[in-house]
């Protein structure tokens, strides 16, 4: 089920307090490193190297715990007003732990000059279109 050198699967037995929610199949942690207030990462708790390998009853759970996150974060912060969900697939796509994880980003008004674009900005002059 796990990896002995993932800090993914090690964070499930040796750091469950970090865990802010779970289900059978996934749990959600806030981001050691993260870009806004809130940021939150949703991981599945069998080891797999990214969104590609993941079950349909994976998927499920980590729907369910983005959806309640979502919810709970829309109560405690009102001045979150979207959110960015972004996977990196691969070192090119700038995956630096080779776990599955779904990022959930809080946005807020006025937290970059010109949101447009969304993810798209990723790559510089990709973003206006």
């Not at 995956?95 to 510089?124: A, M, T, W, Y």
């Amino acid at each position: 089920m796990g990896n002995k050198e993932c800090i993914f699967c090690d964070l499930q037995s040796l750091d469950r307090q970090r865990i802010i929610d779970e289900n059978n199949l996934a749990y959600a942690i806030r981001d050691g490193f993260p870009v806004t207030k809130f940021h939150t990462l949703f991981i599945t708790k069998r080891h797999v190297s990214d969104y590609f390998g993941l079950t349909q009853p994976e998927l499920n759970a980590i729907n369910l715990l983005i959806d309640r996150q979502r919810e709970l974060l829309n109560k405690s912060d009102e001045s979150i007003d979207g959110y960015n969900i972004g996977i990196n697939c691969g070192e090119t796509a700038g995956q630096s732990v080779f776990h599955c994880h779904i990022h959930l980003i809080p946005r807020r008004k006025g937290d970059v000059e010109n949101p447009r674009g969304g993810i798209r900005n990723l790559i510089p002059g990709k973003g206006s279109y």
